[in-house]
């Protein structure tokens, strides 16, 4: 099993920067990708970005690209999503997920808590 937790969220104004991280533990080794999703309310779930330990290849949604940016800590077995010029349609509780496909899409076996992230017009 994997274990994932989900930290950095908050309440930002439009245009600000606020940075997500997922530490995952457990049988960590076993992973090679790693995404976040975001839900709002009233909507379904959807994909924001991905990311392969096996060089640090990456994929984003069309609604992020140029805004958004995933990266990950081997040591720290950790991927963080820096998100800069925030809108107010970010707003979401975003969700870490990991699993030990090789593909940077497609579904995922192991998912965090969530975090909230609410952006002010």
């Known amino acids: 099993q994997v274990q994932l937790v989900e930290s950095g969220g908050g309440l930002v104004q439009a245009g600000g920067s606020l940075r997500l991280s997922c530490a995952a533990s457990?049988?960590?080794?076993?992973?090679?990708?790693m995404g976040w999703f975001r839900q709002a309310p009233g909507k379904e779930r959807e994909f924001v970005a991905a990311?392969?330990?096996?060089?640090?290849?990456?994929y984003y949604a069309d609604s992020v690209k140029g805004r958004f940016t995933i990266s990950g800590d081997n040591a720290k077995a950790t991927v963080y999503l820096q998100m800069n010029s925030l809108k107010p349609e970010d707003t979401a509780v975003y969700y870490c997920?990991?699993?030990?496909?090789?593909?940077?899409?497609?579904?995922?076996?192991?998912w965090g808590q969530g975090t909230q992230v609410t952006v002010s017009s």
């Open positions: 997920a990991a699993d030990p496909k090789t593909t940077l899409t497609g579904s995922y076996n192991y």
């Open positions: 990311f392969s330990w096996s060089g640090g290849s990456t």
């Open positions: 457990g049988r960590t080794f076993s992973v090679h990708v």
